[in-house]
């Protein structure tokens, strides 16, 4: 991606070496850490559950003030632009839906953060939270994306902020609150559906921006496509099932297959609208 030189968001907190909460091991064995990440990896449903000091970026050091890794000092840079963009692309497509955007807060954490979702540990991955409109990720989450998932590259890393930011966008939309009041008069498994659903259309968002930044910025370079479309397949529910050992069941899937994940996320890349993203068209 082309993305040194572009504008740095100012919608960063930065609340890592805070010792907040407990490191990202778990007990349990392998096994247990590779489904506790992938229970609510990027976005799952933190509607559900149940704030925190904004603090700016200040490089090298944590909202502690205390040192953080230095290796994580140009992937601030590199998130913080990326924020930026999406702030640049997400205005005008939602001023002719009447719905005025907000610009989230990105907040940066390690081991563990309290969000007004609740407390949470690295472990769940990034996540959106609607009730404090800020999306909170730990930037270790990148190296995992890349080792154990098999999904490397900085556009796949920019597809994860931009499926975050799809959901707040859902926020303002009023997708998220009608999602939430629906499931919790559903089964189980009509639950899981909708939240399939939601996933879905955070996918596909995620593509509007990918579509317009390459289109209004030409940010995107050879092989940023494959970049994306490589990390939408590696987090489908039907691909970490398998990986993690279980059975494949569907009934349980929250964040949808591979092939939808990719499907949505392509749509949105190529039609780059708001319109091409209902994906609970049918499910009305």
Known sequence: MKWQGGRRSSNIEDRRGTGVGRPLAIGGGATTLVVALLVMLLGGDPSVLLSGDPQGPSGGVGGSGRPVDPAQAQLEDF?????ADTEDTWPRLLEPLGVRYVQP?????????ESGCGFQ??????FYCPMDQRVYLDLGFFRELDRRFGAPGDFAQAYVVAHEVGHHVQNLLGVS???????????????????????????????????????????????????????????????????SGGHVVPESFTHG????????????????????????RGAR
């Open 257 to 280: 297959s591979s092939a939808q994940r990719v499907e949505w996320f392509r749509r949105g890349l190529e039609q780059g609208t708001v319109e091409a993203c209902d994906t609970f």
């Open 105 to 113: 807060r990105l907040v940066l954490f390690s081991e563990a953060v």
């Open 79 to 83: 998130v913080s632009v990326i924020l």
């Open 121 to 126: 540990e690295s472990a769940v991955g990034p």
């Open 177 to 243: 609150e009608r999602v939430h009041a629906q499931r919790g008069r559903t089964s189980r498994a009509q639950a899981n559906a909708l939240s399939v659903l939601q996933e879905l259309q955070a996918d596909c968002f995620a593509g509007i921006w990918a579509h317009h930044a390459q289109r209004q910025r030409q940010l995107l370079e050879q092989g940023d496509v494959e970049e994306g479309l490589r990390a939408a397949s590696a987090i489908g529910d039907d691909t970490l099932q398998r990986r």
